[in-house]
């Protein structure tokens, strides 16, 4: 990879910027400055800018336990969750499938366009568990309405999807589809209504109990080679 691209990569700075800063001298390979924004920096190098030593890694991997209150987009809004991530990765990054405002919980998000259609395409069918909580008790009755398949207010119909009753107002759901609002959708049509909506799992990936509200960290290599193997 060029040298500005690298640094315009691991920086989010524009590629006329990341010329500028190279042709300055402010970029060292190897503990050398380094003028020529041609320059062919390997894998192996070590690149710093202004001194701090640059992340050069392809790809990026992160899990937000997303609180209440933020979108998933990737404007650079207010109320955007990357406003919970260092600016260095605000341009990079975009999330895995979208949560609700008003959702909380596990929320993926990559520079990784494959990883995210892995993820996130019907025809890989990765599962997407939460935890609700609903207005009214739900029967026994209801839930087996909801697992064999249900057919929305539009007329959709859902896939058959497996439901853990927790107590007579909060139960688990595992889907492995992802229509808008589902959930809410889905409990709607047996005359319900979702008060919290919490994601616990994407595939084979719980959300990190240490994890707080707004908090984040990355994926372990394990963790994204258990979600997307690489063939
Ligand atoms: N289903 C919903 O209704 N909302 C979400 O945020 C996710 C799934």
């Known amino acids: 990879m060029r040298l500005d691209a690298a640094l315009a990569m691991a920086t989010g700075m524009g590629r006329k910027e990341s010329r500028l800063a190279v042709n300055k001298g402010q970029v060292c390979v190897d ?27 392809e790809h990026l991997y992160f899990m937000l336990c997303k609180p209440e209150g933020t979108v998933s987009t990737t404007e650079d809004t207010e109320e955007s969750v990357l406003r919970l991530f260092p600016e260095k990765y605000r341009k990079r990054l975009f999330c895995v499938g979208r949560l609700d405002k008003d959702t909380t919980g596990l929320l993926l998000l990559t520079d990784d366009g494959e990883f995210d259609h892995r993820l996130m395409s019907p025809k890989h069918h990765a599962e997407k568990e ?53 959930v809410k959708r889905m409990f709607a049509a047996v005359s319900n209504r979702v008060t919290a909506l919490r994601r616990i799992r994407i595939g084979s990936l719980p959300l990190d109990p240490t994890l707080a509200d707004g908090q984040w960290r990355e994926l372990t290599e394990e963790e994204v080679s258990l979600l997307f193997p690489k063939k």
């Open 31 to 57: 503990g050398t400055v380094v003028r020529k924004a041609d320059y062919a920096v390997k894998s192996t190098d070590t690149v710093t800018y202004r001194g701090a030593v640059l992340d050069l890694r």
């Open 130 to 182: 939460y935890l609700v909580s609903l207005a009214r008790k739900i029967s026994s009755e209801e839930i087996a309405r909801l697992e064999g398949g249900i057919t929305l207010e539009n007329g959709e119909k859902t896939q058959p999807c497996h439901i853990e009753k927790q107590t007579d107002t909060v139960c688990k759901i595992v889907l492995c589809e992802g229509k808008y609002h589902q």
